[in-house]
């Protein structure tokens, strides 16, 4: 069984930072990405930033890119999502999720194989 567990979710105004942790399982998921997915009101679910696991890579939306930075600690197996010049279309609940799959290739599946049980973040004044 592979637990991912998001922290971090909280109220912010309109341009302010977050910054998310997902803790993934130190000993698996070697050759996995992980990554954030959102799902805003009303929305699809997106992913918005995603890490390969091996080699560091990385992908954003356009959404985002630019305003957020993902980021892994080797060492404690967490992956971090620092969110930065938050807008209120960055409310939504953020999920993390794994896949054996490059960065890109995570975050344009829409079904990933693990998912956590997610995080809400809430952007307004």
């Known amino acids: 069984q592979v637990q991912l567990v998001e922290s971090g979710g909280d109220w912010v105004q309109p341009g302010g930072s977050l910054r998310l942790s997902c803790a993934t399982p130190?000993?698996?998921?070697?050759?996995?990405?992980i990554g954030w997915f959102r799902q805003a009101p009303g929305k699809e679910r997106e992913g918005v930033a995603c890490?390969?696991?091996?080699?560091?890579?990385?992908y954003y939306s356009e959404s985002v890119k630019g305003r957020f930075t993902i980021s892994r600690d080797k060492a404690t197996a967490t992956i971090y999502l620092q969110m930065n010049s938050l807008e209120p279309e960055d409310t939504g609940v953020y999920y993390c999720?794994?896949?054996?799959?490059?960065?890109?290739?995570?975050?344009?599946?829409?079904?990933?194989?693990?998912w956590g049980q997610g995080t809400q973040v809430t952007v307004s004044s």
């Open positions: 999720a794994a896949h054996w799959l490059t960065a890109q290739g995570l975050c344009n599946k829409p079904d990933p194989r693990y």
């Open positions: 130190r000993d698996r998921l070697a050759n996995y990405a």
């Open positions: 890490i390969s696991k091996s080699d560091g890579s990385t």
